[in-house]
């Protein structure tokens, strides 16, 4: 007690109640904190922390500078923004059993920026416990890696193409030296030959054929050395119209050419003589597939589609190597023998065939392959045995004079529903990608893999079905056989078809009837919802 003898009588006494505190070690922590805080803020890896449920607590600068998203963007959310589509499901369910096992996890993520970009990373994730052993957090390191990746990849494109440019370079002296005599002696016919005379005619042809290949061997070479060349703007259609009574005789009066354009198509930037090779190579190779198919009587078709799409972001998440954007879509069918999973997994390799020997190099496919890649376009390939093959090209439309066709363009209005729609696609990741875009839009989405398996749903369930989006051409059971079996049970329902085939070619093939609701693979988050809402909306 503290005594005063100042104050009044019986008021002599002060009591206080005091508390001393060695702050010395806390201090310390404190400062060690900050300077780990510090540490972290520069450092170039991006750091993540996270609660136990994988909710964002604190990203640091580096992350915000490689991602694009700010703290307050993500704190509190799980880090699925991140999400690629490049990762199945179970990867994630193996990175979180490990974790919480209180084990490290290290292994690289292709993740997405804010942007929509993609980006590689080198990851290590490790645990934070309390004092009791507890997980209280979890902190994630990443490396950007990016380039590293694509130096490795870019390599091995390299490898790839150094070994066309070697053979492309072997034979081209030779292979002009001949195309010198054909061309010639064609030429030398013309100037001997009446114009009326129908011989004339025939050296014209052999005279622009051989001019023709002189060009295609000009582009394997410039391929070969990444270039293009005498680039221009122009319409697909138009050179497709063009190249028609060429095609028609490279293939042959036994086989049936049909070419279904697009009206009012934009125009793309390329070189004219790569797309011609584009073009007479995949045509070629859709004659050799008919040809090795016995029995095809008229069914010997060969169908060249064009079309315009506006590929969003889902749908390029969903599509590795695919850009966002408008693209002129072209499209080659054939009815010949298809390809097995085996084959279409190699079928761009440089030197790949299946022809008989002396038949075809192997160099037609990894050629288109490249020229498309280069010109920042994509392809896919759909094929089955005894089905035939679509070879589909996505070329990115052109930004030059196209200004006011942009500014009069119709935009289409996404239009969602809340009718309930049944999903049957033997695709897990197409499937997914068309569950989630349809549940976005406010529809009541079931999946099924396969057509049995939708009759069993339904049969068990208590399912009112008002739309089945079915893949057409299926294992075991065809899209319309499962359509025939579920209007059965719900005679109101609507269908639409999908399939990586053009809807001509399906129809050639007898799969669907004409005038049924299609929509071709691989489609977008918008021209699915329309077609969606146009298959609802049809009157029966």
């Given amino acids: 007690g503290i005594y005063r003898n100042d104050l009044p009588s019986g008021q002599n006494f002060l009591g206080t109640n005091g508390v001393l505190k060695d702050v010395t070690t806390h201090k310390a922590t404190e400062w060690k904190l900050n300077k780990l805080h510090s540490v972290i803020q520069r450092v170039d890896e991006s750091v993540i922390i996270t609660d136990p449920e994988g909710n964002v607590e604190y990203v640091n600068p580096a992350f915000e500078k490689n991602s694009g998203y700010k703290l307050d963007e993500v704190k509190g959310q799980k880090c699925s923004f991140l999400k690629s589509g490049m990762h199945t499901q179970s990867f994630y369910d193996e990175l979180w059993r490990t974790l919480r096992s209180g084990r490290e996890w290290s292994g690289s993520f292709i993740n997405q920026r804010k942007d929509g ?96 290949a002189k060009e295609l061997i000009q582009q394997l070479l410039a391929f070969s050395r990444k270039e293009i060349i005498n680039t221009k703007v122009f319409s697909l259609n138009d050179l497709i119209t063009e190249l028609n009574k060429m095609l028609r005789r490279l293939i042959g009066e036994h086989i049936q050419l049909k070419t279904v354009l697009k009206d009012n198509l934009p125009p793309i930037e390329a070189d004219p003589g790569q797309i011609q090779q584009i073009l007479v190579n995949l045509v070629v190779n859709a004659r050799d597939a008919i040809n090795q198919e016995k029995d095809k009587g008229d069914h010997r078709i060969i169908t060249i589609e064009t079309d315009m799409v506006e590929l969003d972001l889902k749908y390029v998440e969903h599509h590795a190597g695919s850009h966002t954007g408008r693209h002129v879509v072209f499209a080659v069918s054939d009815t010949g023998i298809g390809m097995s999973e085996e084959v279409r997994e190699k079928i761009f390799e440089p030197f790949f065939t299946t022809k008989e020997v002396n038949r075809g190099t192997g160099l037609g496919l990894s050629t288109v392959y490249g020229i498309v890649k280069q010109n920042n376009g994509c392809i896919y390939v759909y094929s089955e045995p005894g089905m035939g093959s679509t070879f589909k090209i996505y070329w990115p439309a052109s930004i030059r004079q196209d200004t006011e066709q942009l500014d009069t363009s119709k935009n289409e209005e996404i239009q969602g529903g809340t009718e309930s729609v ?90 669907l009837k004409q005038g049924v609701n299609f929509i071709q693979k691989p489609y977008t988050g918008k021209g699915l919802a329309i077609k969606v809402r146009e298959a609802l909306d049809k009157g029966d």
């Fill in 117 to 212: 970009s993609r980006y590689s990373e080198a990851t290590t994730i490790f645990p934070i416990y309390d004092q009791k052993s507890r997980i209280i957090n979890y902190i994630a390191v990443k490396r950007d890696h990016s380039n590293e990746a694509e130096l490795q990849a870019h390599l091995r494109q390299a490898q790839k193409m150094e070994a066309v440019g070697q053979l492309a370079g072997g034979i081209a002296h030779d292979f002009n030296n001949i195309l010198t005599v054909i061309s010639g002696y064609a030429e030398l016919m013309q100037k001997k030959i009446d114009k009326k005379d129908p011989y004339y005619e025939y050296a014209s042809q052999i005279f622009d054929g051989g001019q023709r």
């Fill in 422 to 511: 049944l999903i049957v696609e033997d695709d897990d990741t197409v499937r997914r990608f068309t569950v989630s875009s349809l549940s976005d839009l406010g529809y009541k989405v079931f999946e099924a893999s396969d057509g049995t398996t939708a009759i069993r749903m339904i049969r068990q369930g208590e399912l009112k079905i008002d739309l089945l989006i079915t893949d057409a051409v299926m294992p075991r059971m065809s899209g319309q056989q499962l359509a025939e079996k579920i209007i059965e049970l719900f005679p109101g329902i609507k269908v639409l078809y999908t399939s990586g085939y053009t809807d001509n070619h399906i129809i050639h093939k007898g799969h």
